[in-house]
Nanobody, 117 residues
Framework: VQLQASGGGLVQPGGSLRLSCAAS????????MGWYRQAPGKQRELVAT???????NYGDSVKGRFTISRDNAKNTVYLQMNSLNPEDTAVYYC????????????WGQGTLVTVSS
């Protein structure tokens, strides 16, 4: 099983980016999919998660600006990021709880988001 994230890059303050993360391999079910981020010198923190049934959880710093969504048929999770500010600069990692023979937690390789003028 692999998670492949894409969509990071350089954006100006106030701008938007959309991240995608697709799971591939022998997958029978995916429960929670989500995004975490890690800024330089800081611990990894929750950005947003979404269950297969649609329950949402957002980190306090992104509420009202970021939107998570997923396409269960494509085993893909998205993160729409609006009103970006320099404090959002970080490596963004996708995560998924995937059932193969049992549930395990998988991480993507990370995609860098830089917010700067």
């Amino acid at each position: 099983v692999q998670l492949q994230a894409s969509g990071g890059g350089l954006v100006q303050p106030g701008g938007s980016l959309r991240l995608s993360c697709a799971a591939s391999g022998t997958i029978f079910n995916i429960n929670v999919m989500g995004w975490y981020r890690q800024a330089p010198g800081k611990q990894r923190e929750l950005v947003a998660t979404m269950t297969r049934g649609g329950s949402l959880n957002y980190g306090d710093s992104v509420k009202g600006r970021f939107t998570i969504s997923r396409d269960n048929a494509k085993n893909t999770v998205y993160l729409q990021m609006n009103s970006l500010n320099p404090e959002d600069t970080a490596v963004y990692y996708c995560n998924a709880q995937i059932f193969t023979t049992r549930y395990n937690s998988y991480w993507g390789q990370g995609t860098l988001v830089t917010v700067s003028s």
